[in-house]
Each structure stands twice: as C-alpha cells, then as structure tokens.
C-alpha cells in the first residue's frame, strides 16, 4: 500500500500590532484590527478573525449578515449585545454567537472602551473595515469622530451585510 502524504497547512504568527488596523466612524468610534483573513493567510476555510474596540458611549448599529456566521468574544469593558431587539449584558468572558440573519448590534453605554474579538464565518467583514475606516497606526491618537463615507450602503452590499439600521446611513434602504 502507498501512503499518500498531505500537504501541511500554513502557520503564522501575528504580534499584537502586526495586523492591518482601522480607524472606525460614527456611531462605533474606537477601532479594528483585521488580523486572520484571506490577504494575511492561506486556510482551507474561508472565514477572517480580528478585534474590535467600541468606543466609550458608543454602538455599533443593528444589522444582519444574510451569508455569514459570527462569534463574538468579549476581552475588555462591559455593555450590551442587542439581538433581535432584546438587550443581553457582555462582559469580560462572555461569548456570543449570530447565526444567519438575525438581527444584532452591540452598545457601550459606559466611560471605558468595550473591547471584543470577532469571527466572522466565511470572511468578508475585514473588506467592509478597511472601506469605511481610515488607516491606523498603533499608539496614535483617535481621531476625531468622522461620518461613514457617502457610498456606506453600496460597501454593506457589496460585502456581508443584509440589513442595516438606517438610522446611521441616511438614503439607506431596510
């Protein structure tokens, strides 16, 4: 009998600012950080991986993801994931799961940053990071708050969203 040998997959190692990071608009603030997806690895899975940061005071606005799956991982600060209109407390530890089409978004009512990491299945929220942030570089200084470019809808589209609160991107349809 031949033994048939198969190929090993690929191994990297990201340091804690190695990977692509944006500054994030209104309402979220804060900032991303992109670090596992189809440009910084080779995976037999398509999916992508990074943080999060929401700003104090802030949210990230209700939405779904009509083709993708989603965990989130709280690391730092305390809020609120609101899932289909129903508000269940994040803290350090707590770990969410979003299946397809159901509607979420995230608040942090409070006056320290809320901080989580993000799996997003298969891929494609690191493209919408990059289109509407604006580059970052760690240990710079947040900017000040900046809208969502004009062309937001057509980037949600076109990436992984389905529904988006419109409440946060005027002329968007529901």
């Known amino acids: 009998m031949t033994e048939i040998s198969k190929p090993q997959g690929e191994v990297k190692v990201f340091g804690p600012d190695a990977a692509p990071s944006y500054w994030q608009p209104v309402p979220a603030n804060g900032f991303v950080q992109c670090i596992l997806n189809p440009q910084t690895i080779e995976s037999a899975a398509r999916f992508a991986m990074g943080t999060q940061t929401v700003a104090?005071?802030?949210?990230?606005?209700?939405?779904?993801?009509?083709?993708?799956?989603?965990?989130?991982?709280?690391?730092?600060?305390?809020?609120?994931?609101?899932?289909?209109?129903?508000?269940?407390?994040?803290?350090?530890g707590s770990?969410?799961?979003?299946?397809?089409?159901r509607k979420h978004g995230f608040v942090n009512p409070e006056a320290a940053p809320l901080t989580f990491v993000w799996f997003m299945m298969p891929g494609g929220l690191e493209d919408f990071f990059a289109q509407i942030g604006r580059p970052r570089t760690p240990g710079e200084h947040a900017p000040a708050p900046f809208p969502r470019p004009d062309n937001v809808a057509e980037i949600e589209r076109r990436t992984v969203f389905g529904w988006t609160d419109p409440s946060h991107n005027p002329g968007a349809k529901p």
Do not use: C, K, M
């Open 56 to 92: 104090p005071h802030s949210h990230i606005r209700e939405h779904t993801h009509d083709r993708h799956e989603e965990v989130i991982h709280v690391t730092a600060g305390r809020g609120f994931a609101r899932i289909d209109g129903v508000d269940q407390p994040i803290e350090p």
């Open 95 to 101: 770990t969410v799961f979003i299946g397809l089409d």
